[in-house]
């Protein structure tokens, strides 16, 4: 059996990469066959969300940090650390 295979391993922490490379823009990462994007707000917190822009499914990794959101690369749409589409 897999880690992924059991529910019960969703409800823990796992490291995904060092902090150091959120500061070259949002990240891509995987973990449990979900794809995600980390970025990093310039209040220094760090939040990790799908990696799919609700729209047009563009990959938010592929996109830009704003103050407290990350911009979807296709139509800039703007989401907060809760996901939230807060700019359309």
């Known amino acids: 059996m897999l880690v992924g295979d059991s529910p019960v391993f969703r409800r823990f922490w796992y490291i995904a990469m060092p902090a150091a490379k959120l500061a070259e823009g949002p990240q891509p990462f995987s973990l449990f066959g979900e ?3 980390l970025w990093q707000a310039a209040d220094g917190t760090v939040s990790a969300l799908r990696d ?3 729209h047009r499914s563009a990959k938010l ?3 830009e940090v704003k103050p407290a959101s990350i911009m ?3 139509h800039g ?3 907060d ?3 939230r589409c807060t700019l359309i």
């Open 35 to 37: 794809e995600m994007v």
């Open 52 to 54: 799919e822009c609700c």
């Open 61 to 63: 990794s592929l996109g």
């Open 72 to 74: 979807c690369p296709y």
């Open 77 to 79: 749409w703007e989401f």
């Open 81 to 83: 650390a809760q996901g």
